[in-house]
């Protein structure tokens, strides 16, 4: 649990309002943890919340949390090896396109300048 707890009426005051759709749902979400939380000191907590947060201190839980972290890693790599692939192509057709110009093979649509290249 958070070490600070906010009165939901102290929480509307002294949080900004929520800009994006992410942030609000945050602001929620910290008003439930609170009312959940006073529901749970004051003894007066239903199952449903109690069993919410035994089922979140069981390791499977946390090996779930790190499972999800390591595919949200994982997913991360292969986006960034799939723009490393999309330069390497782009990359490949510069350089067939230079050797095409140096052999003498020019196409209509190369940007061919003869005062660059010496023709």
């Not at 900004?16 to 759709?21: L, R």
């Not at 999800?68 to 997913?75: H, S």
């Not at 090896?81 to 057709?93: C, H, L, P």
């Amino acid at each position: 649990m958070r070490k600070t707890t906010y009165d939901s009426d102290q929480f509307d005051e002294s949080c900004p309002p929520a800009i994006t759709d992410r942030q609000r749902e945050n602001q929620l979400i910290a008003l439930a943890e609170d009312q959940a939380e006073r529901l749970m000191r004051s003894g007066k907590a239903p199952a449903a919340i109690i069993t919410h947060y035994l089922k979140r201190a069981t390791a499977k839980d946390k090996l779930e949390e790190k499972k999800l972290e390591y595919e949200i890693e994982l997913l991360k790599t292969k986006k960034e090896v799939m723009e490393a692939q999309e330069r390497d192509a782009e990359a490949y057709k510069e350089v067939i396109k230079a050797m095409k110009m140096y052999n003498g093979h020019f196409e209509e649509d190369d940007d061919f300048d003869p005062v660059i290249f010496g023709n």
